[in-house]
């Protein structure tokens, strides 16, 4: 499985910033996606990094809130903007696996906006 | 109705005995079924992933698919108390396409 690596794993941020949060494979993959993990809930997608185009963000998800960037096949970031206490969340990149059957999570970006 | 429902638990049972934790989907197009594991302050770990009814079985772990009644099983035998994590469930129309996540199930198992 691929190695997936998240920078910075947490922060905590004043409300009215923004925190860019990166997401970096050891080897190149065809998909890449960012998850959000709400305090004692389950996973929701946010949108598909797509690697030379806009990403394809999920009912609820707008680009000007999550801005996501995708240079190349082992990178991509989220931005989370203009942060709000319920931002608060776990955020989570994964990757598709090389049989594009499942996805391998990174190890997760704990942020808390005050 | 949500497409993924799991039973969020907290589930606790002794060292040794068999868990068997569930989850059931509404929507018969949903054809990959994924378990993951989560352990406190950690993301999802890949457990077992299988694209059809029946059986998979690997370790002390057993994954069951029965798409005629849309009901997904995970099974720990021999539990440890490394075991003790959240596991969740997870289903894709397409794989690697988008997963749909269940709630979760908190296990624990106690020594």
């Known amino acids: 499985s691929a190695v997936i690596s998240q920078k910075p794993s947490r922060d905590i941020c004043q409300r009215g910033t923004s925190l860019t949060i990166q997401c970096q494979v050891d080897?190149?993959?065809?998909?890449m996606f960012w998850y959000r993990q709400q305090p004692g809930q389950s996973l929701t997608l946010i949108a598909t990094?797509?690697?030379?185009?806009?990403?394809?963000?999920e009912s609820g998800f707008v680009i000007d809130k999550f801005p996501i960037s995708r240079p190349n096949l082992t990178f991509s970031t989220l931005t989370v903007s203009n942060m709000s206490p319920e931002d608060s969340s776990i955020y989570l990149c994964s990757v598709d696996s090389s049989s594009q059957e499942t996805q391998y999570f990174g190890p997760g970006t704990r942020l808390l906006v005050l | 109705q949500k497409e993924v429902e799991q039973d969020p638990g907290p589930l606790s049972v002794p060292e040794g005995a068999i868990v068997s934790l569930n989850c059931t989907y509404s929507n018969s197009a949903f054809q990959y079924f994924m378990w993951y594991r989560q352990y406190s302050r950690k993301g999802p770990e890949l457990l077992m992933y299988t694209y059809s009814s029946g059986n998979k079985e690997d370790g002390r772990f057993t994954a069951q698919v029965d798409k005629s009644s849309k009901y997904i099983s995970l099974f720990i035998r021999d539990s440890q108390p490394s075991d003790s994590a959240t596991y969740l469930c997870?289903?894709?129309?397409?794989?690697?396409?988008?997963?749909?996540f269940g709630q979760g199930t908190r296990l624990t198992i106690n020594p």
């Open positions: 990094a797509n690697q030379g185009s806009e990403a394809t963000y």
């Open positions: 080897s190149q993959v065809t998909m």
């Open positions: 997870a289903i894709s129309v397409g794989g690697a396409q988008k997963l749909v």
